[in-house]
């Protein structure tokens, strides 16, 4: 199953409006240009919490905020040598709640290679004289 384009709270708002004004749920579904599902959904959603918010996601909490992934990154290109385990070490010593998710290489590189690349962003053109390159053979 993919993923549901999820319904705007204008669209939600409007299907509400029209319950009230005794529309069925296929003449609103008609009406909108969205499925008799969504139609149902939204007015169950309503039903039961009162309003049209979003319900919360699952999914697995951070364990470090962005200014602490700013800093293993910061560690990361300090000294690249570093292993993970070596990194998470050396946070867990500054941490007052020890990290215990695991910072694998993978994550490293991910995390060092989305701070290049908006560094590289962030960055102003450089003069010519840096742009040119020395081809192999030929003097500085």
């Not at 319900?55 to 990154?73: A, E």
């Not at 290109?77 to 292993?83: A, N, Y």
């Not at 020890?98 to 960055?123: G, H, M």
Request: hydrophobic share 30%; with cysteine; proline share 5%.
């Amino acid at each position: 199953m993919g993923k549901v384009k999820e319904l705007t709270i204008e669209t939600r708002s409007a299907i509400m409006t029209l319950i009230e004004e005794d529309y069925s749920q296929r003449e609103i579904a008609t009406k909108l240009k969205i499925s008799k599902g969504a139609v149902h959904r939204t007015i169950q959603r309503y039903s039961s919490t009162g309003g049209f918010k979003d319900k919360p996601r699952s999914g697995r909490p951070r364990v470090t905020t962005k200014t602490g992934d700013l800093h293993i990154i910061t560690i990361s290109m300090r000294s690249r040598k570093k292993t993970a385990p070596e990194i998470r070490a050396e946070i867990n010593v500054i941490r007052e709640e020890p990290l215990s998710v695991p910072i694998n290489d993978t994550t490293k590189a991910k995390a060092c290679w989305t701070f290049w690349a908006r560094c590289s962003a962030e960055t102003t053109s450089t003069s010519p004289k840096q742009d040119q390159t020395v081809g192999m053979g030929q003097n500085p």
